[in-house]
C-alpha cells in the first residue's frame, strides 16, 4: 500500500483560531508532500509544495504567513491555517510521493480535512 | 504540462463499461497521463497512469492512442460505488506536482 493519512478529518472553531492539520505517510517515507484545498463543487487547487527540511513552495496568491507549512521529518507535514476566518472555510487536502521515487510515480492522498469557521 | 480537456458529466449503466475520454493534444513525449478520482468527500484516489503503452490494473485500463493525443479510461464493469469525479492530468518529468481540471463527473445508474 502507500497511506496517507490526514487529521483532524473535520475541525469546527472560530473565527480568529489557528488550526493545525496533520498529514502522515504511514508506510513509506515522502520528501515532498502537496496541500490542495478544495471549494464545494470545484476542483483541487494546489496551494503549497512542501519539502522535509527546506521551505515550503507556494503557489501564486497563497499567503504564506496565512498558511504556515512544515515538514519536519520524511513522514509528517503540517498546514497551520492562521487566525482563520470564514473565508478559510474549505476541503483541505494533503499528497505524498514515495521518496527517492521516480518520475513516473504517483501521488498518494490523504482523505482531506473540512475546515468550518464560524 | 498539457492541459487536458475532459467531458463534464456521462452516465453508465451498472454492469456495463464506463468508457471515460480525455484530450491532450498538446502533450509531449516525456508526459505521463494520470487518472485520478475523487468520490464525494473524500481525497482523490489514484487509479492508473502511463506513457505509451496500454496499461492494465485491477481497478481499470487505460488506452492511450498512437500518437498520445488522447486516452480513455475503461471500468471494464462499472458498480455504484464507481461513481465519482474521474480526473485526467498529464504530468511532465521534470515536475513534481500535479494540477487537476475539472474532471468527468460520472454517474452509475442502477
Known amino acids: 500500500g502507500a497511506v496517507v493519512s490526514q487529521h483532524p478529518s473535520r475541525v469546527i472553531c472560530k473565527s480568529g483560531t489557528s488550526v493545525k492539520i496533520e498529514c502522515r505517510s504511514l508506510d513509506f517515507q515522502a520528501t515532498t508532500m502537496f496541500w490542495y484545498r478544495q471549494f464545494p463543487k470545484k476542483s483541487l487547487m494546489l496551494m503549497a509544495t512542501?519539502?522535509?527540511?527546506?521551505?515550503?513552495?507556494?503557489e501564486q496568491g497563497v499567503e504564506k504567513d496565512k498558511f504556515l507549512i512544515n515538514h519536519a521529518s520524511l513522514t509528517l507535514s503540517t498546514l497551520t491555517v492562521t487566525s482563520a476566518h470564514p473565508e478559510d472555510s474549505s476541503f483541505y487536502i494533503c499528497?505524498?510521493?514515495?521518496?527517492?521515487?521516480?518520475?513516473?510515480?504517483?501521488?498518494?492522498f490523504g482523505d482531506g480535512t473540512r475546515l468550518s469557521i464560524l | 504540462d498539457a492541459k487536458t480537456t475532459q467531458p463534464p458529466s456521462m452516465d453508465c449503466a451498472e454492469g456495463r463499461a464506463a468508457n471515460l475520454p480525455c484530450n491532450h493534444s498538446t502533450i509531449s513525449g516525456n508526459e505521463y497521463v494520470y487518472w485520478y478520482r475523487q468520490i464525494h468527500s473524500q481525497g482523490p484516489q489514484y487509479i492508473i497512469h502511463g506513457l505509451k503503452n496500454n496499461e492494465t490494473n485491477e481497478m481499470a485500463s487505460l488506452i492511450i492512442t498512437e500518437d498520445r493525443k488522447s486516452s480513455t479510461l475503461i471500468l471494464p464493469h462499472a458498480t455504484l460505488r464507481d461513481t465519482a469525479v474521474y480526473y485526467c492530468i498529464v504530468r511532465g518529468q521534470g515536475a513534481q506536482k500535479l494540477v487537476f481540471g475539472q474532471g468527468t463527473r460520472l454517474t452509475i445508474n442502477p
Open positions: 512542501s519539502n522535509e527540511g527546506s521551505k515550503a513552495t507556494y
Open positions: 499528497s505524498a510521493r514515495k521518496a527517492r521515487s521516480g518520475l513516473d510515480q504517483p501521488q498518494h
